[in-house]
């Protein structure tokens, strides 16, 4: 069947007309390898073209520029649809050629990947149009930030920079902020202008006053954070901050000489509450009163904040042994305990207990509980009124809801503070998020999904898009880093609690303090208080600053822009002309990489890599090739497919318009003729091995058994494959007798190997086919005899394993206890004296024995590895697992005849048990102890001991140390018996701490940790940060796990834990530190 193509539109005139026949091989590359051309010699430059793709027999079209202004118009002509093939042609191997445009090439982004004539598609778009020039190339000025995104939104509040940890800070701050008494009272304390810069007033007030009249969309509050010399890089506690440093304001406002601003801290943050005990005998009552700043409450998951503060605030009962000692009464009666609110203060700080402690891993983690608060919280039932007989007072204590302080991630020790809070100036929510201010619409707290399809609706939508700084952010190209991502769900969301939820009521499960205000009716604050002139000229610098930032980048911008314009006309010009229109073109050859590299960056890089006008030229900027490039530095044929052509006119102006040369600039006559006749050769025998391999197979079984060769299997199996494994690219293939495969034929004699499956036969006919490959080839005729030598080595071998046999059997039979007993830890040798002999020895031993044809026989016994310097045992019962083993004294006494064993080591029957043995010689614990303590991994053997019983705390067993002469070893057996427990391996480090060894003794014997109790020699385990390495412990050393029983006290073990549990230095070694 005749194929149809159609031919490129732009053929040159010296190709192929319509209707001419094009040979299918021609189309490849090397379609002339084997049939135009059988050996090196013979390659012409145009074989060295096609490698390449740059021949006309390639047939790659000359795509029209796409960016040229002007375009030949079609031609509409209709193709031929028959052809007369030649006598020597198939019809198969025919192409029509048609030159109908309709039917031509079609130039693309695939297609014209690898046309070395298609200049397309490599980035040029990017200079078409100025808006295009400008977002692509604009960047590259290196003119920094523009300035201008950082302005204030006129809507929005003023955010705070991060320092790195700092957030805690920020989302405090900016709650502060907006506690208009407090802001007032900042701004009313006078400094000594000597200490501004010192002091943590002044800078707070700087702070303040930049939130308030910045015209930034974020401040950077580092001289604040300095001065209360708070550690940038350390994450802490936002409610430990926030009391920390409100005692610091207090201590700072008592300092001046305004009576109202003395007690400020205290007028409008300190409430009071009362402890009381009322006898149910008398109703005398015992109360004593104390003041707090915030009120800390417990809640569970959906939790409303009205039953936690009465779960607070709920009565206890005395009674039993708990009971109260009356001094009325003078005897002890039942009483209630209990707590009230005596007064609130007019900004209420409600901290959430969302961090607990984990027995488990002994360490705190984040509660995922939901909390539900409303906005305005009625706490008139709880002042006062908690006991009969109390009087609720009539005073106003509704609160509307000011301020959240959320915490972002899933741990208790990291993670990112933010803030919601209500702006009284704008009379709207925003959410802080350091330098990020959105305004809050709805869904204070989290953001809940809808109900059925978990989607936002639309409001929501609306809300998730950045406003203000964040949006200017996302203009910029730049977005903010997520430092944390959210809690993970991992309680239900559903409400289940008694009573009904309030819709306007807010549900969080990241709500850490929640900052409530009196209402007043009447109340009327001025939001506009003004600055203290001092912080206020401190603002207004950084302001004037920031306007002649704005306007040296725009100076800047502005010449940029008229640069960019000016290479864009000049761009337009070099690759609206720098195609070839046939191949005699003169031209240069790149890479498709290197010209898009100079598209994309280098066009533009002389634009802005020098400012001063008045500097000398710059040398011309080189752009690499070396992705074409052979090892030989010219022109790789197996990288044609990266390779491109433009006219060297093109070129010229490259150099002279953007100051960018091509390195190193090649032509058509750079095509590496080395590479080329190496993958000639390679393609040769391709087509030549195949050919050979048929006529060996044809030849190699003909003739005699008598007549022939031998040869080696191994090589013969691989040589005959398609490809075969030994073949190297361009390289001759290893003769048969090559190393590796010699030795399958001729022994180390020179004669015939005794190995004949190694070998086979081939005929004569075969080995003439092999030789004509091979002509140093030499190999040996079936009529060869084997190598004499090898012949008697190998009777002699075979005399020597029957020797071995004999005697292997006959120690067998001596040593029967020892073959099939020692080192088995459940045999005793009940009655009989016995011996110590190494482990080592013994597995050589056996192996020995069982295949004496394969293994040598050990040389001698020999126990001196035993004994110390100071002529003592250092091994003891407990290590025999990994060391010795003990077998009888009569066998000892044969392997004395044997291996010439020495010295003795014997063990004999305790005089106390007889179901014991005990070592004769005195063991040295310290050269014991030291070999045992040289290790970096090892396992130790845990006996774990169940759980114990409240009167059972008291001392424990533990595991008896057996050192010196009269210790003693109980049978594994009997000991098994006797054991209350089980034993199990572990694999220990010497950098474990005891926390993770009882991490790891968790998940092996599920003891929680905060009920286990370790005991190493005698001693407990009570710091758990202690390293295994600090503890000495020794190899293959036992420990002993108690499992205290759940009716101990369990918190004073947890008490003891946190006592040493490191969690940072806190606010220790900074301002707010001495406060603590």
């Known amino acids: 069947m005749v194929r149809r193509t159609a031919q490129a539109s732009s053929t040159s005139s010296k190709g192929l007309g319509a209707g001419q026949i094009l040979r299918r091989d021609v189309l490849n590359a090397w379609g002339w390898v084997g049939s135009e051309v059988t050996d090196s010699s013979s390659i012409t430059r145009d074989h060295l073209l096609a490698t390449c793709g740059f021949s006309r027999r390639n047939n790659y079209p000359f795509c029209r520029n796409k960016h040229r202004s002007k375009s030949r118009s079609p031609q509409n002509s209709e193709p031929s649809t028959t052809t007369q093939t030649s006598n020597d042609v198939l019809a198969d191997d025919v192409i029509v050629i048609s030159d109908g445009e309709d039917e031509g090439h079609s130039c693309s982004k695939k297609s014209c990947k690898s046309n070395p004539n298609c200049l397309n598609y490599l980035g040029s778009e990017k200079w078409q149009s100025n808006e295009s ?26 955010g705070l920079k991060n320092l790195g940890a700092t957030c805690y800070a920020n989302a405090s701050l900016q709650v502060l902020y907006r506690q208009l008494p407090l802001l007032a009272g900042v701004y009313s304390c006078q400094i000594p202008e000597s200490k501004n810069m010192d002091s943590p007033i002044f800078q707070l007030q700087v702070t303040f006053a930049a939130l308030q009249e910045s015209i930034q969309s974020v401040f950077n509050p580092s001289n604040l954070v300095e001065s209360l010399q708070l550690r940038t890089a350390e994450q802490q506690d936002a409610q430990e901050f926030s009391k920390l440093f409100m005692t610091h304001l207090d201590a700072e406002f008592k300092k001046q000489s305004n009576r109202s601003l003395q007690t400020l801290v205290n007028s409008q943050f300190e409430g009071e509450q009362v402890y009381g005990t009322m006898c149910d005998n008398c109703r005398y009552r015992s109360e004593r009163s104390s003041h707090f700043w915030e009120l800390e409450v417990n809640f569970q998951n959906n939790s409303k904040l009205e039953d936690c503060i009465s779960a607070l605030l709920e009565p206890e009962t005395l009674t039993g042994d708990n009971k109260y000692f009356c001094v009325q009464c003078s005897s002890l009666q039942d009483a209630t305990r209990y707590t009230k609110l005596q007064r609130l203060p007019p900004v209420l700080h409600i901290s959430l207990l969302r961090f607990v402690y984990d027995l488990k891993t002994m360490e705190r983690k984040k509660s995922k509980s939901t909390i539900i608060f409303p906005k305005v919280l009625d706490l008139t039932p709880f002042v006062s009124s908690r006991m009969p007989g109390d009087n609720a007072e009539s005073s106003n204590n509704v609160y509307e809801l000011r301020g959240i302080l959320l915490h972002k991630g899933p741990s208790a020790y990291h993670g990112h503070y933010e803030a919601q809070v209500f702006d009284v100036g704008a009379n709207a929510w925003f959410l802080f998020n350091d330098e990020e201010v959105t305004q809050m619409k709805q869904h204070l707290g989290d953001k809940p999904p809808t109900k059925k399809t978990g989607k936002l609706d639309d409001d929501e939508k609306d809300e998730e898009k950045p406003t203000g700084s964040k949006r200017k952010k996302s203009a910029n190209g730049s977005r903010k880093r997520q430092r944390v991502d959210d809690s993970e769900d991992e309680v239900s969301s559903s409400p289940n609690t008694s009573q009904a939820t309030n819709p306007s009521d807010i549900h969080s499960k990241d709500a850490y303090q929640l900052i409530y205000a009196l209402r007043q009716p009447n109340y009327c604050s001025d939001t506009n208080l003004a600055p203290p002139p001092r912080a206020m000229g401190v603002v207004n610098e950084l302001n004037a600053s920031h306007d ?34 046939s191949e005699d073109d003169d031209c240069i050859v790149v890479s498709r990489e290197a010209l898009e590299q100079w598209l994309s960056v280098h066009s533009v890089e002389d634009l802005f890599s020098n400012e001063n006008t008045n500097s000398p030229p710059s040398p011309p900027i080189q752009i690499p090739v070396d992705d074409i490039l052979c090892t030989h530095g010219r022109l790789d044929h197996r990288k044609a497919d990266m390779m491109k052509r433009i006219s060297r006119t093109a070129y010229t102006k490259i150099l002279k318009c953007t100051n960018c040369v091509f390195q190193p600039a090649l032509s058509l006559d750079d095509i590496c003729s080395i590479c080329v006749e190496d993958a000639f050769k390679e393609r040769m025998y391709q087509i030549e091995h195949p050919r050979l391999v048929a006529q060996f197979n044809e030849k190699a079984n003909s003739g005699n058994e008598r007549s022939g060769y031998w040869i080696s299997k191994a090589w013969l199996r691989d040589w005959v494959l398609q490809k075969p494994k030994m073949h190297v690219a361009s390289k001759d293939d290893p003769p048969p007798d090559s190393p590796g495969f010699v030795d399958d034929v001729r022994c180390e004699h020179g004669g015939l190997s ?11 006919e075969a080995y003439d086919i092999l030789t004509s490959l091979f002509p140093e080839w030499k190999p040996s005729p079936v009529t060869d005899d084997p190598c004499p030598v090898c012949e008697v080595t190998a009777s002699e071998r075979r005399a020597n394993n029957f020797g071995h046999r004999k005697q292997a059997e006959s120690e067998k039979a001596k040593l ?11 045999f005793f040798f009940d009655h009989v ?13 056996r192996k020995w024995v069982n295949k004496p044809s394969e293994y040598d026989r050990p040389e001698k016994l020999d126990n001196s590895g035993f004994f110390c310097k100071h002529q003592m045992l250092n091994v003891d019962f407990s290590d025999f697992e990994s060391t010795a083993a003990i077998i009888k004294r009569t066998e000892w006494d044969a392997l004395e005849d044997l291996y010439n064993a020495q010295p003795l080591i014997t063990l004999s029957l305790s005089e106390d048990d007889e179901t014991r043995l005990r070592l004769d010689l005195p063991i040295c614990s310290d050269c014991r102890e030291k070999r045992l303590s040289i290790w970096e991994m090892t396992e130790i053997t845990v006996q774990f001991h169940g759980k114990r019983s409240p009167k059972e705390n008291g001392d424990l067993p533990v595991t008896q140390k057996t050192y010196g002469k009269n210790s003693a070893r109980q049978s594994k057996r009997l000991r098994q018996l006797r054991s209350n427990g089980f034993n199990k391996h572990i694999s220990i480090t010497k950098l474990m701490s005891v926390k993770d060894l009882k991490i790891a003794l968790h998940e092996e014997f599920d003891v929680p940790t905060i009920y286990q109790r370790l005991i190493l020699h005698g001693q407990e385990l009570l710091d758990n940060e202690a390293t295994v390495e600090s503890l ?29 549990q490191e969690e940072g230095h806190g606010f220790g070694g900074t301002l707010l530190g001495v406060l603590d």
Not at 833 to 845: K, Q, S
């Open 816 to 826: 029967k206890y020892m073959l099939e007993y020692a080192s088995d830890k459940n």
């Open 833 to 845: 004296a016995c011996a110590l002999i190494p482990l080592d020895f013994l597995r050589c031993w």
């Open 754 to 764: 005794l190995k004949i499956t190694a070998r086979r036969r081939i005929s004569i």
């Open 548 to 581: 002649k930032e704005c306007e040296h980048y725009t100076e800047r911008e502005k010449a940029a822009r008229a640069a960019l314009d000016n290479r864009r006309l000049q761009m337009l010009d070099i690759y609206s002309s720098w195609s070839v229109a």
């Open 133 to 158: 020039v400008v977002d692509n190339f604009l960047p590259l000025a290196k003119l920094g930030e523009n300035p201008v995104l950082r302005s204030r939104d006129p809507d929005l509040p003023v």
């Open 1032 to 1060: 000495h412990i020794l190899a293959n050393d036992t420990l002993d796990l108690y499992e205290e029983s759940a009716t101990l006290e369990a918190w004073d073990v947890y008490d003891d834990v946190i006592s040493k």
